[in-house]
């Protein structure tokens, strides 16, 4: 059973920078894709970006946040991170970071496992 734990959130200016992390633990790696996704109340769920745990694979985005967040993983320590820059009041929402096995998907309904959401609040 994979467990995921998000942490990073906050308060944040417009302009500013911010970096979410989810920590990964109970099952294979090998052929993970894990996903940062975002919701704001009274929305669905929306996907942010995606990367596979096998080095080589590309990483998918939404076009909002292309050039602006970075998704990145660091294998020894089981952590995906969503680096995320030159942050608007649009990106205020709760983030969760998600996980399936072997094909990416921007689909929230394609991932079993969930964090518990961490709140990203940009002023400005």
């Known amino acids: 059973q994979v467990q995921l734990v998000e942490s990073g959130g906050g308060l944040v200016q417009a302009g500013g920078s911010l970096r979410l992390s989810c920590a990964v633990s109970?099952?294979?790696?090998?052929?993970?894709?894990m996903g940062w996704f975002r919701q704001t109340p009274g929305k669905e769920r929306e996907f942010v970006a995606a990367?596979?745990?096998?080095?080589?694979?590309?990483?998918i985005y939404v076009d909002s946040v292309k050039g602006r967040f970075t998704i990145s993983r660091d294998n020894a320590k089981g952590i995906v991170y969503l680096q995320m820059s030159s942050l608007k009041s649009e990106d205020t929402a709760v983030y969760y970071c998600?996980?399936?096995?072997?094909?990416?998907?921007?689909?929230?309904?394609?991932?079993?496992?969930w964090g518990q959401g961490t709140q990203v609040t940009v002023s400005s």
């Open positions: 990367i596979t745990w096998n080095i080589g694979s590309p990483e």
């Open positions: 998600a996980a399936r096995y072997f094909r990416d998907s921007r689909r929230s309904d394609d991932y079993p496992y």
């Open positions: 109970g099952g294979p790696f090998s052929n993970l894709v």
